[in-house]
């Protein structure tokens, strides 16, 4: 089998970074813990328990030491936590998210209503809602979403990071239609958006889609998405055991590709997978 692996498969530029962050912190504090995973890698979250960071869920239950803010970013009200505790702070939230919350800040500050795309129980969706510190916010995950909002002077939009910017443009097309002024940030990841053309590229060739990754990722669940309506033998694993034989009747060509989150050596190891069913 011919397999068409994806150029930029695997860790972005924001995850990389709280990963290093991590490892780097690990070794550096005997007592130390991340708020919520620190990317959407269980094998990730895994090695980084067996060097001692504790995954925490209730910033009321970090008392001392030093504690890992995830890549996804916490809420304002959790930073203020930490801050009244007088915890050590390594900052691993991606600068991309950091940017669409502080937008959020602004556009609530200047009087905008703010329309928030993307899907309203993530991390990251949470942690932008409140920086707004109690402005009017809507979430929507889509267009159908956008048309039950309601009229408002002032309409400002922002995006989680990890949408697509089709998604964006229709939500902001509606927007339109609903105040007079609409303010509009492209808040969405440079590299989701390389991800998700990539896929679709790979998916128009292959037979067959492997998209590799957390199946608690929301980028990798929307690139799996993407392939699914252009392929529809379309399987997102999150390893290469995951992987069955019987899913390759007949296939000459597999396409590959993972989400920002996935580390390079399990990438790997379904590439041996797949290599080794082949011969």
């Not at 397999?3 to 991590?22: E, H, M, P, Q």
């Not at 922002?158 to 492209?186: H, M, P, W, Y």
């Amino acid at each position: 089998m011919k397999i068409i692996l994806a150029d930029s498969a695997g860790f972005c530029f924001g995850v990389k970074r709280a990963t290093n962050l991590a490892f780097d912190a690990a070794d550096e504090y005997p007592n130390i813990c991340s708020l919520g995973p620190i990317i959407h890698s269980p094998q990730v979250v895994k090695t980084l328990e067996e060097k001692g960071v504790r995954v925490i869920r209730k910033v009321e239950d970090i008392d001392r030491g030093a504690v890992i803010i995830r890549s996804h970013g916490i809420t304002a009200e959790e930073l203020d936590i930490i801050h009244e505790r007088n915890l050590k702070i390594v900052d691993a939230t991606c600068p991309f998210v950091k940017k669409a919350q502080d937008y959020a800040t602004k556009l609530c500050n200047e009087g905008y209503s703010v329309v928030l795309v993307g899907e309203k129980d993530h991390p990251e969706v949470q942690g932008i809602i409140s920086y707004t510190r109690g402005g009017e916010v809507f979430v929507v995950a889509d267009c159908k979403e956008a048309q039950r909002l309601p009229s408002r002077p002032k309409l400002g939009v922002v995006a989680q990071t990890t949408q697509s910017f089709k998604n964006l443009q229709q939500v902001s097309d509606v927007c339109l239609g609903k105040s007079k002024e609409v303010r509009i940030f492209n808040t969405i990841c440079d590299a989701t958006s390389v991800r998700q053309n990539e896929a679709r590229k790979i998916a128009r060739e292959a037979d067959l889609m492997l998209v590799v990754g957390g199946f608690n990722s929301a980028n990798t669940t929307r690139l799996a998405q993407i392939c699914q309506e252009i392929q529809p033998k379309t399987f997102h694993v999150e390893t290469a055991e995951q992987i069955k034989e019987a899913w390759f009747s007949g296939v000459e060509s597999v396409g590959i590709t993972a989400g920002a989150s996935t580390p390079r050596w399990i990438i790997d190891q379904v590439v041996e997978r797949v290599s080794a069913m082949s011969k």
